[in-house]
């Protein structure tokens, strides 16, 4: 306590008329506190006042302007070694030094402005990036920075680690606040996309604006032969082949075209050269293909069950469609309406889905580019949501058993990424339709093939399947529930950051993913600029590092 009240006794002179003795506590009634001259050292603005390992506290004046989800760097320089913490901020409050704040009100009228008023800023710690002899690392924090160290707005220098080399399928910037951070890209790392990626947003937020970039990204990977995995987009809306409502699309980044295969069942897009038609030969559908388009009642789905045994594979549906087949399945003790019923069905797929082929096929060709890392993107507008979860079944089937094979034999290609829009259909666990898609969700990445859910409600898929995603693209949800089941399910703690995803703006997104240490806010391309700038890139316009693409000055 002696040395406390020699503290009091230089901080504090006696007012005349009372006693000499140091105060209790701050000061006695009566006594003054001794006005100190603002330097650089005694104001008190970003600068940590407070808290713990879990939570960061500075203040600002409050005329400042800080945002939620900024990342500010705190300097410690105790140590040998220089630190500088980096913190994101989770909370932002009005406050005062009216509460008796002890470790500030000690020094003085200088210490504020005169009203004694600021904001409080609360900051979530992220991790530390540590320079020593050994060169610079980041790593998570143990500790907290001293008392005071002084706080500021994180920017390229303190963020360039990020720039990870293994992350190279670049989809935007990094973005400290509403302001962008030039020179670092956000990218997603290759060798992670069997391990499966959502891509969450609510409608209007940019889903299909970061798919395109996405996929321009993997075309430009495919075209230099540096693809390490081949992405399939099954398009049932007709928007990324060539852009619809003045949007541009795929074919148009005609400098890497040839990084891309379409195929579609649009008589308009056929007239492309780059365009192949689509078709599917009878023989590759198989009765679980069917089973996924309905909702059947058990003794129905008993019977498609039986057909693969019942039937040869390849020419099942001729001989399940005639009276002598329909009498096969009545005696294996199935009632006729029940064969009637998957009949009708049968025959309905084939009149709908015009690219059913009695003698070509689409699918190896599919496979074969698949397999040398390009992106195949499958054009299918007007055929409606059935014919495309069925076209879906039969590829991703078809895929999977491919990938099995050429694992077994040790000949394994690329690595590939299917893409499912509205996933929540065929990944919401209901009987059926998981069934499909859960082999690939679960052992997909075992033989290189992964998922790509799209969805605006994340909510309605299956929590079990949504663990198993090691990317998370988030660019705005409003439904709570929609972001509990995320952070619930994310590899990285997302808890915090839950006002912050609420208000994201239109293309903006917090990344979760392998090889970013922690979830990282990203301002995504706008597709058209970016088509405009990969196609005027030069020979030597590499990536630069991290794939990146740097914007010229505007």
């Known amino acids: 306590m002696a040395e406390m009240a020699d503290l009091y006794d230089e901080r504090w002179k006696e007012t005349p008329g009372q006693e000499s003795a140091p105060p209790e506590g701050l000061a006695r009634i009566g006594q003054k506190p001794q006005t100190i001259a603002r330097d650089e050292s005694s104001n008190p603005y970003f600068r940590i006042i407070s808290k713990d390992v879990r939570e960061y506290h500075f203040i600002v004046p409050s005329e400042e302007v800080v945002e939620l989800g900024e990342i500010f760097s705190i300097r410690d320089g105790r140590r040998e070694a220089e630190i500088t ?102 990218a997603l790392a290759s060798f992670a996309m069997d391990h499966h990626m959502g891509v969450f947003a609510t409608t209007g937020m940019g889903k299909s604006n970061f798919m395109k970039v996405f996929a321009a990204s993997c075309m430009k990977k495919a075209s230099s032969k540096e693809s390490k995995f081949g992405l399939l987009i099954v398009d049932p809306h007709g928007e990324y082949i060539l852009g619809n409502e003045g949007t541009k699309g795929l074919l148009h980044l005609a400098r890497y075209r040839d990084g891309i295969v379409c195929y579609s069942t649009d008589p308009r897009h056929k007239k492309d050269p780059a365009v192949s038609e689509l078709t599917v030969k009878k023989s590759e559908i198989l009765p679980q293909d069917i089973e996924v388009l309905y909702a059947w009642t058990s003794a129905q789905r008993e019977a498609l069950e039986a057909i693969s045994r019942v039937f040869f594979e390849e020419g099942w549906i001729e001989e399940f469609l005639t009276p002598e087949g329909a009498a096969k399945m009545i005696a294996e003790g199935f009632h006729e309406k029940t064969v009637g019923r998957i009949g009708r069905t049968i025959k309905t797929i084939l009149d709908k889905n015009r690219y059913i082929s009695d003698f070509t096929s689409s699918i190896p060709g599919i496979i074969n580019s698949l397999l040398a890392g390009k992106v195949v993107l499958v054009d299918i507008p007007n055929l409606g949501e059935r014919s495309e979860l069925f076209l879906l079944s039969i590829l991703s089937r078809a895929i999977l058993e491919r990938y099995r094979i050429e694992s077994a034999e040790g000949a394994r290609g690329k690595s590939c990424l299917i893409t499912i829009e509205e996933a929540q259909r065929v990944l919401g666990g209901g009987e059926g339709s998981l069934a499909r898609f859960e082999s690939i969700a679960r052992e997909g990445r075992k033989f290189g093939v992964g998922l790509c859910a799209i969805t605006q409600q994340p909510k309605l898929i299956d929590k079990q399947l949504l663990s198993q995603f090691n990317t998370f693209v988030i660019l705005g949800l409003a439904d709570r529930n929609d972001r509990t089941r995320l952070e619930e399910s994310a590899k990285q703690d997302l808890s915090s950051l839950d006002v912050e995803i609420q208000t994201l703006e239109k293309g903006e997104a917090i990344i979760s993913t392998l090889k970013i240490p922690f979830p990282v806010p990203a301002s995504i391309h706008l597709y058209e600029k970016y088509l405009e700038r990969l196609n005027r890139e030069g020979p030597s316009e590499g990536r630069g590092r991290m794939g990146g693409f740097n914007p010229p000055p505007d």
């Open 85 to 186: 913490f980096l913190a994101r901020i989770t909370d932002i409050l009005h406050d005062s030094n009216y509460d008796g704040n002890w470790d500030t009100v000690i020094r003085g009228d200088g210490f504020y402005d005169s009203d004694q008023i600021f904001c409080r800023v609360v900051a979530e710690p992220l991790g530390c990036v540590v320079r020593d002899e050994g060169g610079e690392r980041f790593r998570k924090a143990r500790t907290i920075p001293a008392k005071f160290s002084p706080a500021a707005k994180a920017g390229r220098e303190e963020l360039k680690f990020l720039a990870d080399e293994e992350a190279d399928v670049e989809v935007g910037l990094l973005r400290n606040g509403s302001e962008i951070v030039e020179g670092i890209p956000v």
